[in-house]
Nanobody, 121 residues
Framework: QVQLVESGGGLVQPGGSLRLSCAAS????????MEWYRQVPGKQRAWVAR???????NYADSVKGRFTISRDNAKNTLSLTMNGLKPEDTAVYYC???????????????WGQGTQVTVSS
């Protein structure tokens, strides 16, 4: 059974920084893309950033230049370093990984449980 466990959320003042982490555990063959999403009450979950297996990255315009996504393939972990946080960054943040359980078998998406980030003075 594959599980993604997130950590690192919390309360931070505007302009501050936080680092989120997401660790994959269980038995699987490989991890493809890794992503971060966020969701505020009453709105759809929104894509934040993506990192490919080779390290290529993409960001939503709203976070570009402030957030950095990274991965450690040896540890099966994903991180999101958030600088210059704004009140509008307040949300529950979710990690998502595309995982292949067995060689030459289909890939499936897995989600973390979510971690709350609150930006407020």
């Amino acid at each position: 059974q594959v599980q993604l466990v997130e950590s690192g959320g919390g309360l931070v003042q505007p302009g501050g920084s936080l680092r989120l982490s997401c660790a994959a555990s269980g038995s699987f063959f490989s991890i493809n893309a890794m992503e971060w999403y966020r969701q505020v009450p009453g709105k759809q979950r929104a894509w934040v950033a993506r990192i490919g297996t080779g390290g290529s990255t993409n960001y939503a315009d709203s976070v570009k230049g402030r957030f950095t996504i990274s991965r450690d393939n040896a540890k099966n972990t994903l991180s999101l370093t958030m600088n210059g946080l704004k009140p509008e960054d307040t949300a529950v943040y979710y990690c998502r990984m595309i995982i292949r359980l067995y060689d030459r078998q289909p890939e499936y998406q897995y989600w973390g449980q979510g971690t709350q980030v609150t930006v407020s003075s």
